[in-house]
């Protein structure tokens, strides 16, 4: 065991250190926005439910940044749940294949109300590249209600931030 200690402290520490890296402003800023608004409407917790309902996973690469270091979205209090039972939120990606129509059908009646559904990046919104074929329902909205699209291929973190606050201060 000592040898062992031994080791280890002549070893000594052989990954990198954390770089400091400043935080980008607008996201500090529409951040602290978005966590006085969940503060207020849903005591500081609010869930969401991801939904891949076809799409290339491009979108997924974004949304799943929300929560590494660097954006950290849980600071905020938003949070992503494994259940839609859970949710405040559906996040859809799309385009919605006509496989999983049925399951974001139900996925969507199994989620209480209130609940938003927001559709997410060009394929979610519209269809995208893919459109409507015998393998695609195209946009999300062709298939349960939508309330708020963020388009982009993929929307960035930050749009998708600044997507969340515009559901819920002065919304369309
Ligand atoms: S919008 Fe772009 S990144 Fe997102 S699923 Fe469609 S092709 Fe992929």
Known sequence: MLRLYGKIFRTGMLT?????????EAVER??????????????GSLAIRQVDAGSCNGCELEIHAL??????????????VASPRHADILLV?????????AA???????????????AVGDCGVCGGEFGVSYASCG??????????AIPGCPPTPLDLLRGL???FVNPK
């Open 67 to 80: 929560n590494n270091v660097y954006y950290n979205v849980e600071r905020f209090g938003v949070h992503f």
């Open 139 to 148: 946009a999300v909205s062709e298939v349960i209600p939508v309330d708020l």
């Open 165 to 167: 606050l515009s559901l």
């Open 16 to 24: 990198e250190r954390v770089p400091t890296v400043p935080r980008e």
């Open 93 to 101: 990606t799309g385009p919605v294949s006509r496989h999983m129509e």
């Open 104 to 118: 974001l059908k139900r996925t969507y009646e199994a989620t209480p109300d209130p609940k938003w559904v927001i």
């Open 30 to 43: 529409e951040g602290a926005r978005l966590k006085a608004v969940i503060d207020k409407r849903f005591r």
